[in-house]
């Protein structure tokens, strides 16, 4: 798969430059997106892998329409704190902190933002309306973040992992951002690959 997964890491390129536009202009700052890790796994090897208690805060969406699947934003709290002060202009770094329902929906938005472009990345190369359902704020361990995400789908369905960059001024934020996928839906995407090679081919002959 590594042509494919060369055409899969361009358009999360498209989906970051989307990102960085959208998100630059609801925080009223200069904010990167980058996307710069791509990689495939199945949901058992993701939970055996990745397994721990630690603490985390996800926004989770089912896609409706296009290719079934599921996709999640994932963050430490740490860089949650971090992501909340960079929208707030602020620096808490050697205070304590509390969520409030005003930093949930900051982060909630983010979500939105970053899983929308995404999706509308991989729309327009699906050629094909992908249309996600409205985002959802979880926060509790990541182990049972990931088992509520994955259970779902069984051990033969994908995972697309992308590691998620927000760049500031000063302070660079990382979060994963998980693409679950069934076989069907791995399908389309390979057969699209697929189509664009060949095209690609074709314009070089």
Same mark, same amino acid.
């Given at each position: 798969?590594?042509?494919?997964?060369?055409?899969?890491?361009?358009?999360?390129?498209?989906?970051?430059?989307?990102?960085?536009? +959208? !998100? *630059?202009?609801? &925080?009223?700052?200069? /904010?990167?997106?980058?996307? @710069?890790? %791509?990689?495939?796994?199945?949901?058992? $090897?993701?939970?055996?892998?990745?397994?721990?208690?630690?603490?985390?805060?996800?926004?989770?969406?089912?896609?409706?329409?296009?290719?079934?699947?599921?996709?999640?934003?994932?963050?430490?709290?740490?860089?949650?704190?971090?992501?909340?002060?960079?929208?707030?202009?602020?620096?808490?770094?050697?205070?304590?902190?509390?969520?409030?329902?005003?930093?949930?929906?900051?982060?909630?938005?983010?979500?939105?933002?970053?899983?929308?472009?995404?999706?509308? +990345? !991989? *729309?327009?190369? &699906?050629?094909?309306? /992908?249309?996600?359902?409205? @985002?959802? %704020?979880?926060?509790?361990?990541?182990? $049972?973040?990931?088992?509520?995400?994955?259970?779902?789908?069984?051990?033969?369905?994908?995972?697309?992992?992308?590691?998620?960059?927000?760049?500031?001024?000063?302070?660079?934020?990382?979060?994963?951002?998980?693409?679950?996928?069934?076989?069907?839906?791995?399908?389309?995407?390979?057969?699209?690959?697929?189509?664009?090679?060949?095209?690609?081919?074709?314009?070089?002959?």
């Amino acid at each position: 798969m590594k042509d494919e997964m060369d055409i899969l890491r361009e358009v999360s390129s498209i989906a970051s430059a989307h990102g960085s536009r +959208a !998100l *630059s202009e609801i &925080l009223h700052k200069k /904010i990167n997106l980058t996307l @710069p890790n %791509l990689k495939t796994t199945h949901p058992k $090897e993701l939970f055996e892998k990745m397994s721990t208690e630690r603490p985390v805060i996800s926004v989770q969406c089912r896609i409706l329409s296009g290719i079934p699947g599921s996709i999640i934003l994932i963050f430490d709290e740490q860089s949650t704190f971090q992501l909340i002060d960079i929208c707030y202009n602020r620096n808490t770094k050697d205070k304590p902190e509390v969520f409030t329902e005003m930093g949930f929906s900051v982060i909630k938005e983010i979500g939105n933002v970053v899983i929308g472009s995404y999706v509308g +990345a !991989l *729309s327009v190369f &699906l050629k094909a309306p /992908i249309i996600p359902s409205i @985002p959802t %704020l979880i926060n509790g361990p990541f182990q $049972e973040i990931i088992r509520s995400v994955t259970n779902p789908y069984g051990k033969e369905d994908y995972i697309l992992l992308a590691e998620a960059c927000f760049e500031e001024v000063e302070r660079r934020i990382k979060g994963g951002l998980y693409f679950i996928l069934t076989p069907q839906a791995m399908k389309q995407i390979q057969e699209s690959c697929k189509k664009m090679l060949k095209s690609l081919g074709e314009d070089k002959d």
